[in-house]
């Protein structure tokens, strides 16, 4: 009997020890979700690549994992079977992320906890829904006053770029003020690529050793190279 226990307790060992590891973890609840599925994403290039997949079937709870190389954006797209489809962007790092969201508004109620990566890219956009408030207030008022035939309607160009120098400054200051996160360079090529390369170059000067040599301090650099060109 005790050699019995010595095996089963070699063998619950052995399988243990067998469990697959994960680089990434994501953890997630869609409340209202009865049947559908979802989908962790990357995109390559300009190809969206399908990491890890779960179909739903009553239980709204999933969880899904990939290997992970280092901090990147992922996509957590969800399919509900009824031609309608939602997605969240997120930033991922080794671990575990969790998102929480509903059936109804998917992309919008989408809570995410997870990397520190994605806080501070949370912190970005915060301010950049600001600046689509302030945009679509402008687009309002330009409508109401051509409504009315007024002059003032014609200062839409000159607000709207002022509007938009600011929110390329504020990236641009955004990105140079976090050097230690991948998330600076990753703003660069996505959200000013078409700024002054002098920006782009202080971006990049800006960033530590360690996030040069990432992914998206490698495409900042290759970016920069490219306009060089132009």
């Known amino acids: 009997m005790k050699h019995f226990f010595v095996v089963l307790i070699t063998i619950l060992f052995m399988s243990c ?3 697959q590891q994960h680089d990434f973890t994501l953890k997630g609840h869609v409340k209202g979700l009865k049947k559908g599925s979802v989908y962790l994403q990357k995109q390559q290039d300009s190809i969206m690549i399908t990491l890890d ?3 739903i ?3 709204s709870n999933f969880e899904l994992h990939s290997e992970l190389a280092e901090p990147e ?3 957590l797209k969800l399919n509900k079977n009824d031609n309608d489809e939602g997605t969240v962007v997120f930033f991922a790092d080794k671990g575990v992320t969790e998102i929480n969201s509903t059936l109804k508004n998917f992309n919008f109620d989408a809570k995410i906890k997870g990397s520190k990566q994605h806080d501070i890219l949370e912190e970005y956009l915060e301010v950049m829904s600001k600046f689509n408030d302030e945009n679509l207030e402008l687009i309002q008022s330009t409508l109401e006053a051509q409504k009315a035939n007024d002059t003032t309607a014609n200062s839409f160009d000159a607000e709207y770029n002022k509007l938009l120098k600011r929110k390329y ?3 641009i200051n955004f990105a140079v003020n976090h050097p230690d996160s991948e998330v600076a360079p990753y703003l660069a ?3 000013v690529p078409n700024t002054s390369i002098t920006f782009l170059q202080q971006i990049y000067d800006a960033l530590n050793s360690d996030i040069k040599s990432s ?3 490698v495409k900042l650099s290759e970016l920069i190279e490219e306009r060089h060109q132009e």
């Open 73 to 75: 954006i992922l996509f």
């Open 169 to 171: 400054l504020y990236t």
């Open 215 to 217: 992914k998206y301090g």
């Open 17 to 19: 020890g067998n469990e």
């Open 53 to 55: 997949s779960l179909e």
């Open 57 to 59: 079937n009553g239980d």
């Open 189 to 191: 090529i996505s959200e």
